[in-house]
Every structure is written in structure tokens, then in C-alpha cells.
């Protein structure tokens, strides 16, 4: 039977959509981190080039292959090349490895917005964290010795999944966005309200924004300017080919990526305000400089921020929202992370989306279980997140404007693609930026990342463990991803029985 490929509303759930992908974790968690130490105020210079140049240049990229060619990355890479598949799935097998730890950040953040309310943590938030909560290992290797408060949300996390996700692209996928979105930017605005009245919350936002221009003569800066609009966008690596295959025919795509692209960033400003604030306000609790009490990622989250809730006036209540953002803005991430293998599965079998998801979902959920949900979980997750994202994205991302643009010589098609169904035109320079600028930036940064880390390690983690959960995991992404394009497409595939391209 002829199956037609499930489509969004309309445009505004596309974008609703690609927004509550785009924020999440990352703008929270890690911009205010990295645009500190990088700059401050500076940063802002080095972010917004990165933006226009890169940014949005492959946020139009990913659009107008999920578009033109109306698949999951497998398939859409597929019809754009026969040899080119195995692309398809070295970036579906990325976006499984990040929904497979994603799953714990999210079920963490769960309890932490209950938690806030009694402040269980007392006077040390870290042993609290580390020891009590997690129980974390010393040996990094799997223990597959389960943590009931991690593993039961987890559970929690993966049974909606499946149920959401069950539903379909307008009952589910689009839905989630539709109903968290508004709720994040509320919990959110009142968050950061709350944060600037804080005392000594100026100090924070002065820290903040204070420019050093002298760091723009350091490529570091670059980098971590680059680095962190690739991650932050969620662009390439399948997430916004998936998401566009769902499109009707006619839709706006630039314009819709532009809105996409500055509600991130405004979001991610936003999230400075209020990380800062509130570090202004513990900085003056403690009686220390500010700088001395920055941090980022999960240390930010679940060790400094508990801290301030304790401290602070009304701390169950910013506790409650903070971690309640997490959870809402991690959500619509995830499912848009998930989405891309359960799509890319269901176009390859030619499976209906209940047995798409439930297959997909099911797997993915016991490995998280198995690999996150013990007293192992955090040591993995430190090293698979540092590796996928440094080298799985940017990676992916190289390898497609490369293709696409090189050995392909199919950029044209793609700008003229999008002009021919959007209100704003890309001219000649577009190809400037995705055939010359894009593949510098990309492969600078995955080098020096590459050889730095051959170098130095990372972390204080073992060279065995990095050679099988670091290196290892990126080799077997990529003999699976190559495996599995060899492998034939069904009868009922999205290949061949959907309408044709
Ligand atoms: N873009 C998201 C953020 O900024 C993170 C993300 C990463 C989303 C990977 C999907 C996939 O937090
Ligand atoms: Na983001």
C-alpha cells in the first residue's frame, strides 16, 4: 500500500518544533559557561559571526535536504545519492547515542525539581549528588549496579517517549512543543525574574557582560564560538532533515529557519541573564569574586545551583522552576533526537509508527537503563557526551557539506531548492559559505579536538576506557552506519512505496 509521509500542521508547528529542539540543555547549561569564559560581553562578537556564517547557513542545509528529498536522513541521503546513505546513518547512530544518555540528565533533573523542595542536599550539594543520589563509582567501567532514584525516572522518561512519540508528528511530536514551549518561556521569564532581583545580582550580570576584546585574537574563541552554535542549533546531524521531511511541499524554509535560529540565541541570552544573576547572588552570599563561582554543564545544574536554592530568598521556588525548565526544554529535545532514528527506522522497514517507535524506543530504552541508570552511569556519560558531540557532530556535519558540495556538486540545487519555496533568497554567496567557510571551521575544530585529546586524554579517565566508549563507540558508529546502508531497503520502504521524488 502507498503510504504517504506524515506532515506537520502547518508552519508554525514546524517551527515550534524546531525550536523546542533547539532549546534545550545546551542554551541553560552551557552558553552562559562558555560565552564567560570566552569573553563576556566580547563573545557576543565571535557568537553572532559563527551564527550568520555557519549557523543558519546549515540549518537551511539540513531543511533543504529533508525537503527536497522528504526522508529520514537514510532515505533523503539515499535519493540524493545511491553511495551516499551510510551519511544518512552515521547521523542517525549520533542522535542514538545522545538520546541514550540525554534520557539520564532528564530523569536526574525530575528529581532535582522535587528534591529542591526540601532541599535534601543540606550543606554539601556535591557529596550529595555524587554520593547519595548517584551513588558514582570510582571505576568508570559498566556496573551494572542500578540506582533505583535514577533508574525509575528513567523509566518514566522512556514510557511517555514512547506514548508521545507513539502518536505521530501532529498528535505528538508537534504537540509536545506546542504545550512545552509555552510553558518553558513562562517558567523561564519568571525564573530569571526572580534571579535579577536577587541581591548582588548586578555583580553577576557585570561579570557577564564585561567585554575582554582582547580574547578575539584567540582561535580558541572561535572554536567555542562555532562549537557552541553547531551543538546549540542542533544542526548537522540529521535532527532538521528529519523534522523538514515533514513539510508540506510549499513551505517558507528560510524564513522559518530565521525565526528558528534567533529565538535559540535570544533564549540562550535570556539563560545568561539568569545563570548570572543568580551566580552574582551566591558569589555576594559567599563573600567571593564572582568568577570564583562559575561553572557549567552539570556541575552548574546539580552542584552550584542547589547551593543558591538553599541560599536563597525563596529557594524552593526558583529550585522548582530552574529544574522544571530543564525537564521541559530537555523533552522537546529529546523526543526531536529520537524522532530521527524512529523515522529513519520506519522509512528503511516500511513500518507503521507504533511499531516503529515501540522497537526503537524499547532498544534504545534498556540500553539507557543498562549503560545510565547505575552506579556507572555519570563516568560514561561524561566521556560518550564529550565525544559525540566534539567528533560525532562536527564530524557528520563536515562530511555532508563536503559531499553535498564537493563529490556531489549538488549545492546549487539545494540553494535553488530553497529559493524556490521561500520569501528569502540566497544568493551566490550561500555557496561561499557552505563550500568554503563551513568545511574550514568544521574540520579545524574537529582536528584540533582530535589531536589534542589523542594527546592529553581527557579527563582523569583511563586510556582503556577511552579507547572503548570514546574512539571505539565513533569507529563502530561507523562501520554500523555503513553496514547498515548496505543492507536492502523493504518492500513497503519509504524508497519504494512512497510517492516518488
Ligand atoms: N540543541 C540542544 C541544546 O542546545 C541540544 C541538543 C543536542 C538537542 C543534541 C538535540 C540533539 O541544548
Ligand atoms: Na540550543
Keep these: 500500500p502507498k503510504r ?23 542554551n541553560i547549561w552551557r552558553f552562559p559557561y562558555v560565552a564567560y569564559e570566552n569573553g563576556g560581553g566580547a563573545f557576543i ?102 540506582v533505583g532514584p535514577v533508574l525509575i525516572p528513567m523509566i518514566v522518561v522512556w514510557t511517555l517517549l514512547i506514548l508521545l512519540m507513539g502518536f505521530g508528528i501532529r498528535r505528538g511530536v508537534a504537540r509536545a512543543s506546542m504545550i512545552g514551549m ?12 526572580l534571579s535579577v532581583t536577587l541581591p548582588g545580582a548586578v555583580d553577576g550580570l557585570n561579570t557577564f557582560f564585561t567585554p575582554n576584546w582582547s580574547v578575539l585574537t584567540d582561535p580558541a574563541v572561535w572554536i567555542a564560538a562555532y562549537g557552541q552554535i553547531f551543538f546549540s542549533l542542533s544542526v ?41 544573576s543568580a551566580l552574582g547572588f551566591m558569589a555576594q552570599a559567599q563573600g567571593v569574586a564572582v568568577g570564583e563561582v562559575v561553572s557549567g554543564g552539570i556541575g552548574l545544574a546539580f552542584i552550584a545551583f542547589p547551593a543558591l536554592i538553599s541560599e536563597a530568598p525563596a529557594g524552593a521556588v526558583i529550585g522548582v522552576l530552574f529544574f522544571g525548565s530543564l525537564v521541559v526544554a530537555g523533552f522537546t529535545s529529546m523526543i526531536s533526537i529520537l524522532e530521527v532514528v524512529v523515522s529513519a527506522v520506519k522509512d528503511k522497514l516500511g513500518l507503521g509508527r507504533w511499531a516503529a517507535v515501540i522497537g526503537v524506543n524499547g532498544v534504545c530504552a534498556l540500553v539507557s537503563l543498562f549503560l545510565f541508570g547505575t552506579t556507572s552511569g555519570m563516568s560514561l556519560l561524561d566521556v560518550t557526551d564529550a565525544f559525540v558531540n566534539n567528533i560525532g557532530i562536527v564530524g557528520a556535519a563536515l562530511v555532508a557539506v563536503l559531499m553535498v558540495s564537493g563529490v556531489l556538486g549538488r549545492l546549487d540545487m539545494l540553494r535553488r531548492h530553497l529559493n524556490a519555496v521561500s520569501s528569502f533568497k540566497l544568493g551566490e554567496f550561500y555557496k561561499v559559505l557552505v563550500a568554503i567557510v563551513l568545511p574550514i571551521v568544521l574540520s579545524y575544530t574537529l582536528l584540533s579536538w582530535i ?51
Design 4 to 26: 504517504s509521509r506524515e506532515e506537520f500542521t502547518g508552519r508554525w508547528a514546524f517551527i515550534l518544533a524546531a525550536v523546542g529542539s533547539a532549546v534545550g540543555l545546551g
Design 45 to 146: 562578537l565571535p557568537y553572532l559571526i559563527a551564527l550568520l556564517t555557519a549557523g543558519i547557513p546549515l540549518l537551511f542545509f539540513d531543511y533543504a535536504i529533508g525537503h527536497r528529498f522528504r526522508g529520514a536522513p537514510p532515505l533523503a541521503w539515499r535519493r540524493l545519492h545511491p553511495k551516499a546513505e551510510w551519511i544518512g546513518w552515521v547521523q542517525v547512530l549520533v542522535c542514538l547515542v545522545i538520546g541514550v544518555y540525554y534520557a539520564a540528565i532528564i530523569a536526574w533533573s525530575i528529581m532535582y525539581t522535587w528534591f529542591s523542595v526540601d532541599q535534601r542536599w543540606g550543606e554539601d550539594p556535591e557529596g550529595f549528588f555524587m554520593g547519595e543520589y548517584l551513588r558514582a563509582a570510582d571505576d568508570p567501567m559498566p556496573s551494572f549496579d542500578f
Design 236 to 276: 548537522g546531524f540529521g535532527i532538521m532533515v528529519t523534522y523538514a521531511s515533514y513539510l508540506k511541499r510549499r513551505t517558507n524554509l528560510t524564513s522559518s529557519g530565521l525565526v528558528v535560529g534567533f529565538s535559540n540565541s535570544g533564549f540562550e541570552v535570556l539563560a545568561g541573564i539568569g545563570v548570572f
Design 182 to 193: 509555552p510553558i518553558l518561556v513562562l517558567m523561564f521569564l519568571i525564573l530569571v525574574g
Design 451 to 501: 589531536t589534542t585529546t589523542l594527546k592529553e586524554g581527557y579527563g582523569d579517565f583511563p586510556a582503556h576506557f577511552l579507547g572503548i566508549f570514546g574512539w571505539g563507540m565513533m569507529g563502530l558508529v561507523i562501520v554500523l552506519a555503513v553496514g547498515l546502508s548496505l543492507l536492502p531497503w523493504s518492500a513497503t520502504s519509504g524508497l519504494n512505496a512512497e510517492e516518488s521524488v
